[in-house]
C-alpha cells in the first residue's frame, strides 16, 4: 500500500522528469507495456480510442506533443494517493490543469495512467 511520502516523492519525480523535457528520462517511469489513455492522443496521435500501448508507441506520441510546446512546464498542485494508485493534480504554463491517474506495478514503475483535462 502506498502511503503520502511515497506518492509526493512519485509525484515530484514525475513533474521533475516532464520539465526536463527529456524523453528517455520520462519514459524510465513507465512499464515497457504500460498503457495510456488521453483525449489528446485522437488529435496528435490519431488513434481514435485515445489509447496507447508500450513505450514506443506513447514516446512516438509525447515526443509529437513536446514538439509542439517547446516552452511546457508543469506545476505540481496536489496529490492523492490509494492502495497502487496515485492521482497528481497539476497545471501547465499556459494555466491549464489537469489531473492524471496513475496505477503502479512491481519497483513503483507506472503500467496505466490516464489523463484529465480541464479548463
Do not use: G, K
Given at each position: 500500500m502506498l502511503d503520502r511520502a511515497t506518492a509526493e516523492d512519485f509525484a515530484?519525480?514525475?513533474?521533475?522528469?516532464?520539465?526536463?523535457?527529456?524523453?528517455?528520462?520520462?519514459?524510465?517511469?513507465?512499464?515497457?507495456?504500460?498503457?495510456?489513455s488521453s483525449p489528446l492522443i485522437v488529435a496528435i496521435a490519431g488513434e481514435p480510442s485515445g489509447i496507447l500501448i508500450g513505450k514506443d508507441a506513447v514516446g512516438a506520441y509525447w515526443r509529437k506533443a513536446l514538439a509542439r510546446r517547446p516552452d511546457l512546464t508543469f506545476r505540481l498542485e496536489s496529490v492523492r494517493w490509494g492502495i497502487q494508485s496515485i492521482v497528481i493534480n497539476y497545471s501547465s504554463d499556459d494555466g491549464h490543469g489537469a489531473s492524471e491517474w496513475f496505477q503502479l506495478g512491481p519497483g513503483g514503475l507506472i503500467e496505466r495512467s490516464s489523463a484529465h483535462y480541464g479548463v
Open positions: 515530484a519525480r514525475w513533474i521533475a522528469s516532464w520539465n526536463s523535457r527529456d524523453l528517455a528520462q520520462i519514459l524510465r517511469l513507465y512499464t515497457e507495456d504500460f498503457v495510456f
